[in-house]
Structures are given as structure tokens and as C-alpha cells.
């Protein structure tokens, strides 16, 4: 049994910039762009083992069992996902649907910026709440850059737009992860964060596209903006506080494209925005290698409704693999649980990380049936026998997709390694405990502990299960709401989203836009930051100014 140890050089400041040191040496490697993602992933790999091992005295064994364990949980299921919407994605470009579908959505609208409210906010909305891990900013990002869009915009624009529905993402899953590791109620919790993430609603459509087309083209469209973004941050409150924290995203999200396109077939934009680039300088386009694919001119209204067919079956599919319903009938048959021998209940979490010590379980649950990449494969199949596919076409061409996908997920396995081996080391908690110091502006800098937690797992789950407890306590020794705190990690976490490395080279990979993750990092490290700190000042303005949002309502 080996402890944690928060600080092991006897000074919190630099015991604090040490356990930062993977993580800084990772985003500096992919901003700088002169090193390959998954060359960067593995030289801050080696550098956290060093630093966990030589630093943090963790035993060289089991470092390197943390690691092989997170690398395997970033192929399932994370990479799992990827590959399976890269491969949905490719069959309908090959068969020619996917442009059709690219004209059936300019028929709704030709303007640029409609376009990414509709498919970047809602539709990328509703694939968070029914799947979440990275499947809204592969979807969305996919559909952007088919529809003509650069693929710095459609990469950085939907990773923006992947923001405020995050901490409802797959079905409620981040509240749950939440409640269980702070005793909390999720209704409560659900409850919190849905009095801070719609304003967040309403500011963030503002913001995708002022970030697309500047000031002037976003007051351009403020109408469509308004109605977006009013129309999802309503259901978004409404369903977090009267219904349940599980069905919020996909509620709100199909409110959001109903009223968006009703509203459009009364209103367009007087001049409408046709340049599929930022505003900024944008010469991505230049950048992409060319996609081949089938055209099919002049299609018939039939043939239009057939190319939302493949995303109506991803749609339904995913929608019942991320009820609990359906996991509770499937895993109890088709379930390998694995402890990792040498790590499971090896580690243990010492105060005051968390109220008494408790070990660290390490269980590979291959639940290879309910995880969401099994059930966008099956969605591929099928949407690929409907376009006529023979199964020796699928299995060629899933073959091409695993090839050219193959650096993203080393990249991704080498990621979930870090925040895996960051976790059991301790240098997470030595990180939040630098946060939880900070006194009475505890609100705002706790708020931001969400967003770093983010930034290093990945996922707002893993950030509420990594710092959910940690919040509680140093919410009770400051005299501050625990459920205000702990909602506030979710709420801040999910600014973080868009700039934690995972999902990073999701975009690139859905884009097709591989080797540029340094661009991506780049373009959208400012707005995680900005938005973050917003996040951190209303939950300031909760504890202090307008505690009344902050009481809980049993």
C-alpha cells in the first residue's frame, strides 16, 4: 500500500509547478506545432512517470500499471467512439449522401452563421446529452467541414460550441459521478448547475459567432442568436430544476433546433454570409487534403430525406446506449471486469484530499457491448447496408479508416495515460489543494479547479470524480454551500472542454485535419480561459452577492 504524498518537497510552490509540469510540457508542445500530438503525448508521458516516480516517490510498478491502465481506457472508450463516427462519417461521403445532406441543410439556410447555430450548438448539443466522450465535437466538426467550412473553423468552432451542455453530457453522467463521490443528491446538484449554465446558454451562441464572423456579422443575426439560445437555455433550467439532471441536454437541445428552424422559415438575415472561413486570418482551407467522394446532382426529395437517415440511426442508437436501462440489461452479461493487478486498492488518498484515507480502485470495466463507440458501429452497419454497402465494402472500408485515424488514437491512448497516471500519483490533488488555499476567493478559483480538472482527464465526469470531494470539504471548513461548490467544478469544467488535448485531436481528427492540434490549441485557448473566468465570477456573485441562487431547494 503506498500513500499519497501532496508535498514532497516541503514547499507548496514548487511541489505545485512540479506536479504541473506534464501537463504544461504537453499544451507547450502542441501550441508550439513543430512536434507531432502524439510525439508531444508521449514526451509529457515520460516526463509525468519521472515526476511521479522521482518527485512524488510513487513506486516505478505501479506508475507504470497507471499508465497501461490509462492508455487502454483511452482506446475504450474514448478512441473507440472516434473511430466509429470517423467510419459512419466516411461511408456517407463515399456514397454521395453526405453532400446531399450538406444541400438539404444550406436549403434551410445559406448563411454561414445560421449554420453553425443550428449544427454546432443544437445538433452538437444533442449528441452531448445522448452520448457524450468526444461524439458532438466528432459529429459536428465532420458536418462542418463538409458542409465547406475551414477546418480551423469547423475544428475550433465546435469545440466552442461544446460548452454549456457538457455537464449534462450522456444522459446526466458528470452529475452522477459528482454526487457519488461527494454523498451529495444528484437532484440537488443537477439542480445548481442548471441556475449557472443557462446564462452561459444565452452568452455562448453570442460568442461562436462573434468568434466566426466578429461583431458586426453576429449583430447581423441577433435575432436567430436570441431565439437559439433563449430556446435552450429555458428547458436547460426548467428541466434541471423541476424534472431531473439526466435528460436536460437532449430536451433542451431538440427544443433549441425546433424553434431555431421554425424561426427561420419566417426570417433570414438581410445579407447573408457565404465565406466558410474566420474572420481572422484563416488559411486552413489551403491545408486539407481534398475528401473524395460521389456527387449526385439534382437529388430528388426522396433522396434527401435518405441522407438524414444514417444520422437519425446514429441518433436513436445512441440515445439507447446511454440509458441506464439498457446498460443495466447488457453488462451484467457482457461485461470483463479486469482488476489491474499490482494498482487496484494499492493507492490511497490521504486527507486532506479526502475526509479519511481511501484507497484507489483500479477495475478495467470492458462493458464492450453498452459503450457508445460499440453502438455507433452498429449504427455505421446499419446505416451502411441502407446505402446499399456490401459487407466486404464495410470491411475494407473500416480498414481505411483505422489506418487514418491511427496517430489519433495513440495520441489519445498517451493522453488518458497522463490523466490516468496523474490521478494515482497525487499530482492532481497537489494541483486542487493549491486551489482550495485561495481563501475567500475560494468561488471563483474552486470554479477554476473544474476547468483544470477538465483540461487534464478530458472529461467533466472525471474532473467532478477527481476534485467532487475535495470541493465538499473546502466548502465546509469556508462556510460555503458544498452544493453551490461542487456544481460550480462541473459548470466551470466544462470551459475546459475545449481545450484538454483529448478532444482537441478529436477535432483535428474529425476535420481531417491532421497535425495541426498546435493551430487548434491556439485558436481556442483564450476563449476557454475568458469563459472559465466568467464562470468563476458568477459563482463569486452566487456565494457573496446573490446567495438566495445558491439555497437548496429540497
Same mark, same amino acid.
Given at each position: 500500500?503506498?500513500?499519497? =504524498?501532496?508535498?514532497?518537497?516541503?514547499?507548496?510552490?514548487?511541489?505545485?509547478?512540479?506536479?504541473?509540469?506534464?501537463?504544461?510540457?504537453?499544451?507547450?508542445?502542441?501550441?508550439?506545432?513543430?512536434?507531432?500530438? *502524439?510525439?508531444?503525448?508521449?514526451?509529457?508521458?515520460?516526463?509525468?512517470?519521472?515526476?511521479?516516480?522521482?518527485?512524488?516517490?510513487?513506486?516505478?510498478?505501479?506508475?507504470?500499471?497507471?499508465?497501461?491502465?490509462?492508455?487502454?481506457? +483511452?482506446?475504450?472508450?474514448?478512441?473507440?467512439?472516434?473511430?466509429?463516427?470517423?467510419?459512419?462519417?466516411?461511408?456517407?461521403?463515399?456514397?454521395?449522401?453526405?453532400?446531399?445532406?450538406?444541400?438539404?441543410?444550406?436549403? $434551410?439556410?445559406?448563411?454561414?452563421?445560421?449554420?453553425?447555430?443550428?449544427?454546432?450548438?443544437?445538433?452538437?448539443?444533442?449528441? %452531448?446529452?445522448?452520448?457524450?466522450?468526444?461524439?458532438?465535437?466528432?459529429?459536428?466538426?465532420?458536418?462542418?467541414?463538409?458542409?465547406?467550412?475551414?477546418?480551423?473553423?469547423?475544428?475550433?468552432?465546435?469545440?466552442?460550441?461544446?460548452?454549456?451542455?457538457?455537464?449534462?453530457?450522456?444522459?446526466?453522467?458528470?452529475?452522477?459521478?459528482?454526487?457519488?463521490?461527494?454523498?451529495?443528491?444528484?437532484?440537488?446538484?443537477?439542480?445548481?448547475?442548471?441556475?449557472?449554465?443557462?446564462?452561459?446558454?444565452?452568452?455562448?451562441?453570442?460568442?461562436?459567432?462573434?468568434?466566426?464572423?466578429?461583431?458586426?456579422?453576429?449583430?447581423?443575426?441577433?435575432?436567430?442568436?436570441?431565439?437559439?439560445?433563449?430556446?435552450?437555455?429555458?428547458?436547460?433550467?426548467?428541466?434541471?430544476?423541476?424534472?431531473?439532471?439526466?435528460?436536460?441536454?437532449?430536451?433542451?437541445?431538440?427544443?433549441?433546433?425546433?424553434?431555431? $428552424?421554425?424561426?427561420?422559415?419566417?426570417?433570414?438575415?438581410? %445579407?447573408?454570409?457565404?465565406?466558410?472561413?474566420?474572420?481572422?486570418?484563416?488559411?486552413?482551407?489551403?491545408?486539407?487534403?481534398?475528401?473524395?467522394?460521389?456527387?449526385?446532382?439534382?437529388?430528388?426529395?426522396?433522396?434527401?430525406?435518405?441522407?438524414?437517415?444514417?444520422?437519425?440511426?446514429?441518433?436513436?442508437?445512441?440515445?439507447?446506449?446511454?440509458?441506464?436501462?439498457?446498460?443495466?440489461?447488457?453488462?451484467?452479461?457482457?461485461?470483463?471486469?479486469?482488476?489491474? %493487478?499490482?494498482?487496484?486498492?494499492?493507492?490511497?488518498?490521504?486527507?486532506? =484530499?479526502?475526509?479519511?484515507?481511501?484507497?484507489?480502485?483500479?477495475?478495467?470495466?470492458?462493458? *464492450?457491448?453498452?459503450?457508445?463507440?460499440?453502438?455507433?458501429?452498429?449504427?455505421?452497419?446499419?446505416?451502411?447496408?441502407?446505402?446499399?454497402?456490401?459487407?466486404?465494402?464495410?470491411?475494407?472500408?473500416?480498414?481505411?479508416?483505422?489506418?487514418?485515424?491511427?496517430?489519433?488514437?495513440?495520441? $489519445?491512448?498517451?493522453?488518458?495515460?497522463?490523466?490516468?497516471?496523474?490521478?494515482?500519483?497525487?499530482?492532481?490533488?497537489?494541483?486542487?489543494?493549491?486551489?482550495?488555499?485561495?481563501?475567500?476567493?475560494?468561488?471563483?478559483? +474552486?470554479?477554476?479547479?473544474?476547468?483544470?480538472?477538465?483540461?487534464?482527464?478530458?472529461?467533466?465526469?472525471?474532473?467532478?470524480?477527481?476534485?467532487?470531494?475535495?470541493?465538499?470539504?473546502?466548502?465546509?471548513?469556508?462556510?460555503?454551500?458544498?452544493?453551490?461548490?461542487?456544481?460550480?467544478?462541473?459548470?466551470?469544467?466544462?470551459?475546459?472542454?475545449?481545450?484538454?488535448?483529448?478532444?482537441?485531436?478529436?477535432?483535428?481528427?474529425?476535420?481531417?485535419?491532421?497535425?495541426?492540434?498546435?493551430?487548434?490549441?491556439?485558436?481556442?485557448?483564450?476563449?476557454?480561459?475568458?469563459?472559465?473566468?466568467?464562470?468563476?465570477?458568477?459563482?463569486?456573485?452566487?456565494?457573496? =452577492?446573490?446567495?438566495?441562487?445558491?439555497?437548496?431547494?429540497?
Amino acid at each position: 500500500m503506498w500513500q499519497q =504524498v501532496y508535498n514532497p518537497t516541503g514547499s507548496t510552490v514548487l511541489s505545485t509547478l512540479l506536479a504541473a509540469l506534464p501537463v504544461v510540457v504537453l499544451l507547450g508542445l502542441i501550441a508550439w506545432g513543430k512536434v507531432e500530438a *502524439y510525439v508531444a503525448a508521449f514526451i509529457a508521458l515520460v516526463i509525468a512517470l519521472l515526476v511521479a516516480i522521482f518527485i512524488f516517490t510513487m513506486p516505478a510498478g505501479v506508475a507504470i500499471r497507471a499508465a497501461v491502465f490509462g492508455a487502454v481506457t +483511452g482506446l475504450f472508450p474514448i478512441g473507440w467512439i472516434i473511430l466509429n463516427v470517423i467510419f459512419l462519417y466516411r461511408l456517407t461521403v463515399e456514397k454521395g449522401w453526405f453532400q446531399v445532406l450538406q444541400g438539404s441543410i444550406g436549403g $434551410i439556410t445559406p448563411d454561414r452563421r445560421l449554420q453553425l447555430l443550428l449544427i454546432a450548438f443544437s445538433f452538437g448539443a444533442f449528441f %452531448e446529452g445522448a452520448s457524450g466522450f468526444g461524439t458532438p465535437v466528432a459529429v459536428t466538426g465532420a458536418i462542418l467541414m463538409g458542409l465547406g467550412f475551414s477546418p480551423l473553423a469547423a475544428a475550433g468552432l465546435s469545440l466552442i460550441a461544446n460548452t454549456a451542455p457538457v455537464a449534462y453530457g450522456a444522459l446526466g453522467t458528470p452529475i452522477q459521478g459528482l454526487a457519488t463521490v461527494t454523498g451529495l443528491d444528484p437532484y440537488l446538484l443537477g439542480a445548481m448547475v442548471g441556475r449557472q449554465l443557462p446564462f452561459f446558454s444565452l452568452i455562448v451562441p453570442f460568442w461562436l459567432i462573434w468568434a466566426f464572423a466578429g461583431w458586426r456579422g453576429m449583430i447581423q443575426i441577433w435575432p436567430a442568436i436570441l431565439v437559439c439560445g433563449v430556446s435552450f437555455a429555458v428547458p436547460q433550467f426548467v428541466v434541471s430544476n423541476y424534472i431531473n439532471p439526466w435528460v436536460v441536454d437532449i430536451v433542451a437541445a431538440i427544443v433549441s433546433m425546433v424553434c431555431l $428552424i421554425g424561426f427561420l422559415k419566417v426570417w433570414q438575415p438581410a %445579407e447573408l454570409w457565404l465565406s466558410p472561413k474566420l474572420r481572422t486570418r484563416d488559411d486552413s482551407a489551403a491545408t486539407a487534403p481534398p475528401t473524395a467522394a460521389v456527387a449526385i446532382p439534382n437529388p430528388t426529395p426522396e433522396q434527401v430525406r435518405m441522407s438524414w437517415v444514417p444520422w437519425a440511426i446514429l441518433s436513436v442508437v445512441v440515445i439507447i446506449w446511454g440509458g441506464q436501462w439498457f446498460k443495466n440489461l447488457v453488462n451484467p452479461i457482457f461485461t470483463w471486469n479486469y482488476p489491474v %493487478e499490482g494498482l487496484h486498492n494499492m493507492i490511497q488518498k490521504v486527507p486532506p =484530499v479526502v475526509a479519511k484515507p481511501a484507497n484507489e480502485g483500479a477495475v478495467f470495466a470492458f462493458t *464492450y457491448l453498452s459503450f457508445t463507440g460499440t453502438g455507433i458501429l452498429i449504427a455505421a452497419i446499419i446505416a451502411g447496408f441502407v446505402m446499399k454497402f456490401t459487407p466486404g465494402q464495410l470491411v475494407r472500408a473500416y480498414g481505411q479508416t483505422l489506418w487514418v485515424v491511427r496517430y489519433s488514437l495513440l495520441t $489519445i491512448m498517451a493522453m488518458l495515460a497522463i490523466g490516468t497516471l496523474t490521478r494515482y500519483s497525487g499530482l492532481d490533488a497537489t494541483l486542487g489543494l493549491a486551489f482550495a488555499a485561495t481563501g475567500v476567493l475560494y468561488p471563483f478559483f +474552486g470554479t477554476l479547479l473544474g476547468w483544470l480538472g477538465v483540461a487534464l482527464t478530458g472529461s467533466d465526469t472525471a474532473s467532478n470524480v477527481l476534485f467532487g470531494g475535495l470541493q465538499k470539504i473546502t466548502a465546509e471548513q469556508l462556510g460555503l454551500s458544498p452544493i453551490l461548490m461542487g456544481a460550480a467544478n462541473s459548470s466551470g469544467g466544462v470551459m475546459g472542454k475545449m481545450i484538454d488535448a483529448q478532444s482537441i485531436v478529436v477535432a483535428s481528427t474529425a476535420t481531417n485535419w491532421f497535425g495541426h492540434e498546435g493551430t487548434i490549441l491556439r485558436y481556442v485557448f483564450w476563449h476557454s480561459i475568458v469563459l472559465a473566468c466568467l464562470v468563476g465570477v458568477l459563482v463569486m456573485l452566487q456565494a457573496y =452577492v446573490w446567495p438566495f441562487t445558491a439555497m437548496v431547494i429540497h
